[in-house]
């Protein structure tokens, strides 16, 4: 089965940290152009980061300096650092990548950024 699977979302205080996962099945993201986005409250999906198979890698203005996105690919899984963490960076974090021509969407992990 393909799929995605988040993790490693919660409730953080600002200036915290928290690390996400993608954990991958059925696929080889090692090939793949691997992409995290979120969903703020009330807003549209923004793409926040991606990592293409050369490793190169690409933030938005509004995570570049505090988020970093890698890659492991002997397990096959997909991290998000998130460090300084600010209120406005609460919302449901979503990995995503294209398979067979479609997205293919994870669940999505809820970050809480409050006092």
């Known amino acids: 089965q393909v799929q995605l699977v988040e993790s490693g979302g919660g409730l953080v205080q600002p200036g915290g940290s928290l690390r996400l996962s993608c954990a991958a099945s059925?696929?080889?993201?090692?090939?793949?152009?691997m992409l995290w986005y979120r969903q703020r409250p009330e807003k549209q999906r923004e793409l926040i980061a991606d990592i293409f198979s050369d490793g190169v890698t690409y933030y938005a203005d509004s995570v570049k300096g505090r988020f970093t996105i890698s890659r492991d690919n002997a397990k096959n899984t997909m991290y998000l650092q998130m460090n300084s963490l600010k209120p406005e960076d609460t919302a449901v974090y979503y990995c995503?990548?294209?398979?067979?021509?479609?997205?293919?969407w994870g669940q999505g992990t809820q970050v809480t950024v409050s006092p």
């Open positions: 059925g696929i080889n993201i090692s090939l793949q152009t």
């Open positions: 995503n990548t294209a398979y067979n021509s479609k997205d293919l």
